[in-house]
T-cell receptor, first 115, second 115 residues
Framework: DSGVTQTPKHLITATGQRVTLRCSPR?????VYWYQQSLDQGLQFLIQ???????AKGNILERFSAQQFPDLHSELNLSSLELGDSALYFCASSVHRDRVGSPLHFGNGTRLTVT | AQTVTQSQPEMSVQEAETVTLSCTYD???????LFWYKQPPSRQMILVIR??????QNATENRFSVNFQKAAKSFSLKISDSQLGDAAMYFCAYSSQGGSEKLVFGKGTKLTVNP
């Protein structure tokens, strides 16, 4: 068990809808990362938050947004969903001290299916 | 931008034998971190091993070891005494030193372990 909790495990929704994915990081970890895993694109970094503030941004669509709350949990919001958004969405967390290269610890992912 | 390449989409090994998974990366940075993650059918991402680029000594974790060739930008994973439980997707990943610790992943290698 990595200590990173993601809910829900599975989500099935229709095109055009909006969903929210939730992540609770490991105790003590300040950074949260969101990744999208699909068959054709592999593991793509979406966004990182550190102690409530956006730290880095990757290939995140404008229809997607995220935030990290004061209790350090994070939510990824996906709107105007398209069939191509179907994927496994991972949350990861790390202690994140500069120049340390602390590893990322991943949750079990949320499987999103858009029909 | 950094890129990670895993040239072997699939590999197989006999139980108790040794297998090596290849990974190359491209970067202009002199200091960074490299990782191997394992993703079994349960889909959880599990850290296997971590290497700091400024250390010449290759990292080892029990049956797992790496061959880190900094000049060649190569980072291969050797699994000794392969076990059925080693069957999984293996991802090579790169992280810059300092700043965001986001990981850049390769496309993965699917490892099959034959009894």
């Amino acid at each position: 068990d990595s200590g990173v909790t993601q809910t829900p495990k599975h989500l099935i929704t229709a095109t055009g809808q909006r969903v929210t994915l939730r992540c609770s990081p490991r105790s003590g970890d300040l950074s949260v990362y969101w990744y999208q895993q699909s068959l054709d694109q592999g593991l793509q970094f979406l966004i990182q938050y550190y102690n409530g503030e956006e730290r880095a941004k990757g290939n995140i669509l404008e229809r997607f947004s995220a935030q990290q709350f004061p209790d350090l949990h994070s939510e990824l919001n996906l709107s105007s969903l398209e069939l191509g958004d179907s994927a496994l969405y991972f949350c990861a967390s790390s202690v994140h001290r500069d120049r340390v290269g602390s590893p990322l610890h991943f949750g079990n992912g949320t499987r999103l299916t858009v029909t | 931008a950094q890129t990670v390449t895993q040239s072997q989409p699939e590999m197989s090994v006999q139980e108790a034998e040794t297998v090596t998974l290849s990974c190359t990366y491209d970067t202009s940075e002199s200091d960074y971190y490299l990782f191997w993650y394992k993703q079994p059918p349960s889909r959880q991402m599990i850290l296997v091993i971590r290497q700091e680029a400024y250390k010449q000594q290759n990292a080892t974790e029990n049956r797992f070891s790496v061959n880190f060739q900094k000049a060649a930008k190569s980072f291969s994973l050797k699994i000794s005494d392969s076990q059925l439980g080693d069957a999984a997707m293996y991802f090579c990943a790169y992280s810059s030193q300092g700043g965001s610790e986001k990981l850049v992943f390769g496309k993965g290698t699917k490892l099959t372990v034959n009894p």
